[in-house]
């Protein structure tokens, strides 16, 4: 399976602490996507990293990628209850046009 | 931002029957649209990417003959279960991709649920 793994599948926390999510992927790719689902409910783009580049923000979320490693992460700070959610990266590998999607972490803010 | 809709939310249906899910762009154009399959705390599976006016292409272990995909229109994609059994349950969600887009950046609607009874 080319699915990528994230770590760690499942995070609890306090409001106002910060989470991070690593994702880890196995082919050479274009982009990376991470994406937030709530329960029972579609997917929400939140940020794209190209593979030129190593770091990017949005808001309170901050994302890291390392092509050598093959690794990249999301950084929520200050979260908020509803933060709560299942996170999902996404690689888009070169040439095949066509999202893989990791194993997602599922956070859980309480307030 | 771009917005795709899926019908219907929810579905239950008997063991034996048919079951056709919509998935529309409803403010863009989009050359193709992609069906997954999500099991319960499970990550999305993709199943077919879908090409307006043309036959789709399914993923590896995905059955062509027991899904089918119709792209027909450059806004709507329909995925038909056919002979639906338990093993089919499941949340199916669609996307779709903007035609011309920079990248591969994906809308996705907000999913059906399938129950096989």
């Known amino acids: 399976s080319q699915q990528g793994e994230e770590d760690p599948q499942a995070l609890s926390i306090q409001e106002g602490e910060n989470a991070t999510m690593n994702c880890s992927y196995k082919?050479?790719?274009?982009?990376l996507q991470w994406y937030r689902q709530n329960s029972g409910r579609g997917l929400v783009h939140l940020i794209l990293?190209?593979?030129?580049?190593r770091e990017k923000h949005s808001g309170r979320l901050r994302v890291t990628l390392d092509t050598s490693k093959k690794s990249s992460s999301l950084l929520i700070t200050a979260s908020r209850a509803a933060d709560t959610a299942s996170y999902f990266c996404?690689?888009?590998?070169?040439?095949?046009?066509?999202?893989?999607f990791g194993t997602g972490t599922r956070l859980l803010v309480s307030p | 931002g771009a917005v795709v809709s899926q019908h219907p939310s929810r579905v239950i249906c008997k063991s034996g029957t048919s079951v056709k899910i919509e998935c529309r762009s409803l403010?863009?154009?989009?050359?193709?649209m992609f069906w997954y399959r999500q099991f319960p705390k499970k990550s999305l599976m993709l199943m077919a990417t879908?090409?307006?006016?043309?036959?789709?292409?399914?993923e590896q272990g995905v059955e062509k003959d027991k899904f089918l995909i119709n792209h027909a229109s450059l806004t709507l994609s329909t995925l038909t279960v056919t002979s639906a059994h338990p093993e089919d349950s499941s949340f199916y969600i669609c996307?779709?991709?903007?035609?011309?887009?920079?990248?591969?950046?994906?809308?996705f609607g907000p999913g059906t649920r399938l129950t096989v009874l």
């Open positions: 996307s779709a991709r903007v035609a011309g887009g920079a990248y591969n950046e994906q809308f």
């Open positions: 082919t050479s790719i274009n982009n």
């Open positions: 990293i190209r593979s030129n580049e």
């Open positions: 996404a690689t888009d590998d070169t040439g095949f046009q066509k999202l893989v």
């Open positions: 403010d863009f154009q989009a050359t193709t």
């Open positions: 879908s090409n307006e006016g043309s036959k789709a292409t399914y």
